[in-house]
């Protein structure tokens, strides 16, 4: 054998070795993926191609008071089509009414879906687009069609449901009643009764297999283990939906008005608690107003004037100065440790008593009086601080809760001007709704309640979870104390900062509120004034609170409490008197009204003395002129509304049967 034919010989067995090894390494390799990774490899595979999918559970409802839906889960259906499942036969049978079918319900011609089904299952496509964002009464309707009633593998259908969060009456409370979902950075975010309650709201999602067929798509399979989802609890809020429109548009318009940066509104149940309508508006880039911030809960800020109930209620349990002591107003100015407070009235109101002070609103009465009292000893003033349940939250249901901020002599930031600044509502801070409740408890007699946002919990038509009073203190002050600053209060709205607001049909008591807000910020446009009005009504039976707070109302057309914030609360306890039925109580029926007794007397004596002429009927309501006419067997026209102005007949004309009378009235 030749040099050359060893060196063949030696390259056919290198060349035979490596194909044997190169065999072992694969036999290795398939054993060890057999016996080895074969778990791993079945399990990637059947997860690229089989996937367990979670069906998401319907999130419950969120119902008001009077049973209107504010939010609700909508099904959204999306519809297509597996045209390899159905039989041939079934194929042929039904494709033309399933096509008319389609074309009378989505709108497209008959021919469209029948060519296009035709064309996918030529194709071999088991996952054809028939339709979307149906909803379920469309999605029965479909599912019922030719074909398609087979079933899902015998007609072909494939069905995937979205569940959208809709609110019924729109933008109005949003804020309030809220949402939960995750934030760009994956965070859970929990707003307004949606995310404190949802955990009884999101119930039990379900699963089930599917199997993917195209690039990203997957088909619903048959599994033994599907588990269907339980539907979330449906939550019944606190809310009536008439007060709320009554209240989210009495705001909207005065924010309107007075081109203001941003404002809210709560009206609150005095004896239960239950927040009956919230509304929180803040300005846009381009003027109109939205719900961003529930301001109402979270903004805790310098309240001012409103705050000097505390100051007044301070002062009378301890009988430290009486409602009628007298201050000196000293010119509407005083100074404490170089900075002074001074009166919105110019020149001050003179020498005036606290009572009076109080319904002017003087800041420089009302900081005398607690300054004076309690300069030797501030714990004390403070202590009352705490038991009015101001320094603390009120541990309202809702996430976010602004804190309170009230200044105590052990702090670090306790100065000299600390006290006189409490005086009239400065260096402290609450929410709106802190303050409300605080004036609630005055209304309610000294009980303290916390305001509640949600009643009950209901599954299907079964109560789970009932939310009644739930009481913060037995009693914040002296049954004392509590009347003499109702008193005071119902003449702050009679003869005080808040006398615009009076009406002599239904009675009122409160505060007005002008506080400057960024006073310390430096100069330009820091400092701008927030308006206020809270307290209750009916003055003497109280069944509602409400506090009105507007944040940097334009000072071209005015920044005080009374002028901005007041008409609101105004407005909204006019609608409720004269509009909820639920208020609409006939109280002492036996009682004689003067007004009504006169009137009846002179109808009573007019229709003694009708025999056969036409009487004076000058001055006289409509509504008894016609009943007197009417007895007299005249016909009688009436045009306008009123007192009768004028009649066609004079009186003392003989009267005639069917004689007609025209009667105008103003």
Known sequence: MGVEDKKISYRIYLVAFAIFVMAILIVVKLTNIQWVEGDYYRKLAEERTVRNFTIPANRGNVYSSDGSLLATSIPHYTVRFDALAPKKEDFDKFLEPLADSLSVMLGKPSSYYYNEMRRARANKNRYMFITKGLTYTEYVRIKNFPLFSLGAFKGGIITEQKTVREHPIGK???????????????????????????????????????????????????????????????????????????AHHALLKQLQYYEADHGCVVVMETKTGYVRAISNLGRAKDSTYYETVNYAVAESQEPGSTFKLAGLMALLEDKKVDTSEVYDSKGGEITYFRRKVRDSHKGGYGKISLARGFEVSSNTVLVQAVYDSYKDDPRAFVKHIDDFGLSKPLGVSIIGEGKPKIPHPDDANWSKLSLPWMGFGYGLSLTPLQTLAFYNAVANNGEMVRPLFVQEIREWNKTIKRFDKQVIKDRIASQETIDKVKAVMENVVRRGTGSKLYSPNFSMAGKTGTAQVNYGGGKGDNMYYSSSFVGYFPADNPQYSCIVVI?????????????????????????????????????????????????????YKKAQDVKDVVPNLIGMSGMDAVALLGNMGLKVQVHGIGKVKKQSVKPGESVKKNQQIVLELS
């Not at 409370?173 to 404190?196: D, F, P, W």
């Not at 990203?216 to 019944?236: L, R």
């Not at 609608?575 to 007004?595: A, G, Q, R, Y």
């Open 172 to 246: 109005i409370a949003e804020r309030t009643i809220g949402y939960e979902r995750l934030s760009h950075s994956g965070e859970n975010l929990e707003v307004g009764i949606e995310g404190a309650f949802a955990q009884y709201l999101n119930g039990k999602d379900g699963r089930r297999m599917m199997q993917k067929i195209a690039k990203n798509q997957w088909k619903p399979i048959n599994d033994n283990n599907e588990v269907e989802p339980v539907d979330g609890c449906d939550i019944v809020s606190t809310i009536d939906v008439y007060i709320q429109d009554i």
């Open 551 to 603: 944040h940097k109302p334009s000072t071209r057309k005015g920044y005080y409490g009374a002028d901005v914030s007041g008409p609101v609360f105004k407005r909204i306890a006019q609608k409720i008197f004269t509009d909820v039925p639920s208020t609409n109580h006939i109280k002492k029926l036996d009682e004689k009204i003067n007004t009504q007794e006169k009137l009846y007397a002179s109808y």
